[in-house]
Nanobody, 117 residues
């Protein structure tokens, strides 16, 4: 069964850093576009960062200059390095894999990030 497992969430002080990691299994990872989303309490899920199968990355305005998404096709992982965190970044972060040609859209279970002010 295709699976995405996030790790690296936790509690961090404002101004601190965290790196989230997503490990994919039982899928041809290299063909998927990968992304990180987040959902804060009472808010809709929103895109944080996206990286194409070719390695091109883009970011939501909220993360530009602070977040870096990267992928390792040899290890089937995608990471999100987050710096200078604020309480606004508190949310459950989800890993997403998408292969539009086949309509594949896969989600992880999420990992909680809490930033204390």
């Amino acid at each position: 069964q295709v699976r995405l497992v996030e790790s690296g969430g936790g509690l961090v002080q404002s101004g601190g850093s965290l790196t989230l990691s997503c490990a994919a299994s039982r899928m041809s990872f290299e063909i998927y576009d990968m992304a990180w989303y987040r959902q804060a309490p009472g808010k809709e899920r929103e895109l944080v960062a996206h990286i194409t199968r070719y390695g091109a990355a883009d970011y939501a305005e909220s993360g530009k200059g602070r977040f870096t998404i990267s992928r390792n096709n040899a290890e089937n992982t995608v990471d999100l390095q987050m710096n200078n965190l604020t309480s606004e970044d508190t949310a459950v972060y989800y890993c997403n894999a998408r292969y539009n040609l086949r309509g594949y859209d896969i989600w992880g279970q999420g990992t909680q990030v809490t930033v204390s002010s």
